[in-house]
């Protein structure tokens, strides 16, 4: 058993005191060799403990591995649409190291419109909805019966905390909901525009790409953003 530090350091020291300091040669010359003997030991202990010493930790160095925004098609059928129009970004961060949770941000413009009139003796609905209607500052929608439409534009958010798994990763995927629906129209139009999409984690924020699409029956059209 290697002797403690304490101990270490007072059998050197004693070493020194007795033979280095002490003037009979010969005694001297024998403090000499113990005391080489003494800094081989010590040469040993130096190395255990730094074989004790835990390895270095690296440095977190959090960065957007992929994110890719992406919206659904339109479902057409005679006289009726319904779009799952909602922005889909599923994304991966890495180099996080082990942390209690990475706070990560979607925002995004939106712009959306959607008009149609009502096909013979039909009732036709025509719905707009992104968001969540129970809270009032992150919804954005409206409806309308009969021949018509709307237009509407807002900024969308949505916020989630998630854990990196044992490599440092989180990937997850962050929706903002939104849905067109028209029925018993004769012709109709919606477009649904998804612009300045920005992913923030940590003080990073990464700009990605847009996502738009825009369906129309012949001659119809939507109408203009706001």
Same mark, same amino acid.
């Given at each position: 058993m290697l002797?403690s530090?304490g101990?270490? =350091?007072? $059998?050197?020291q004693?070493?020194?005191?007795?033979?280095?300091c002490n003037?009979?040669?010969?005694?001297?010359?024998?403090g $000499?060799?113990?005391?080489?003997r003494?800094?081989?030991?010590l040469? +040993?202990l130096v190395?255990?403990?730094a074989?004790r010493l835990?390895?270095?930790?690296?440095?977190?160095?959090?960065?957007l591995e992929s994110?890719?925004?992406?919206m659904?098609?339109p479902?057409?059928?005679?006289? !009726?649409l319904?779009?799952?129009a909602?922005l889909?970004?599923?994304f =991966? +961060?890495?180099?996080?190291?082990?942390n209690?949770?990475?706070?990560?941000?979607?925002?995004?413009?939106?712009?959306?419109g959607?008009?149609?009139n009502a096909?013979?003796?039909?009732?036709m609905?025509?719905? +707009?909805a992104?968001?969540n209607? !129970?809270?009032?500052?992150?919804f954005c929608?409206?409806?309308?019966?009969?021949?018509?439409?709307g237009?509407?534009?807002?900024q969308r958010?949505?916020?989630?905390?998630?854990?990196?798994d =044992? !490599?440092?990763? +989180?990937?997850?995927?962050?929706?903002?909901?939104?849905?067109?629906d028209?029925?018993?129209a004769a012709s $109709?139009?919606?477009?649904?525009?998804?612009?300045?999409i920005t992913?923030?984690?940590?003080?990073?924020?990464?700009a990605l790409?847009?996502?738009?699409?825009q369906? !129309?029956?012949?001659g119809?059209?939507?109408?203009?953003?706001?």
């Amino acid at each position: 058993m290697l002797a403690s530090t304490g101990e270490e =350091k007072t $059998m050197i020291q004693g070493v020194f005191h007795r033979y280095a300091c002490n003037g009979k040669g010969k005694q001297r010359g024998h403090g $000499m060799r113990l005391l080489s003997r003494c800094c081989a030991w010590l040469g +040993v202990l130096v190395l255990a403990s730094a074989g004790r010493l835990p390895a270095p930790v690296e440095a977190a160095d959090p960065h957007l591995e992929s994110a890719d925004p992406t919206m659904s098609d339109p479902i057409v059928s005679s006289g !009726n649409l319904t779009w799952d129009a909602s922005l889909d970004v599923p994304f =991966k +961060v890495a180099g996080l190291g082990k942390n209690a949770g990475l706070t990560v941000t979607l925002t995004a413009h939106l712009s959306t419109g959607a008009a149609a009139n009502a096909a013979a003796g039909q009732s036709m609905t025509l719905s +707009v909805a992104f968001g969540n209607p !129970n809270e009032p500052g992150n919804f954005c929608g409206g409806g309308a019966g009969g021949p018509g439409g709307g237009s509407f534009a807002c900024q969308r958010s949505l916020v989630a905390t998630l854990t990196s798994d =044992k !490599n440092g990763h +989180v990937t997850g995927t962050l929706t903002i909901p939104g849905a067109i629906d028209i029925t018993g129209a004769a012709s $109709m139009c919606a477009r649904v525009s998804w612009t300045l999409i920005t992913l923030t984690f940590g003080s990073q924020s990464v700009a990605l790409p847009d996502v738009s699409d825009q369906f !129309n029956t012949p001659g119809a059209s939507c109408p203009p953003p706001p």
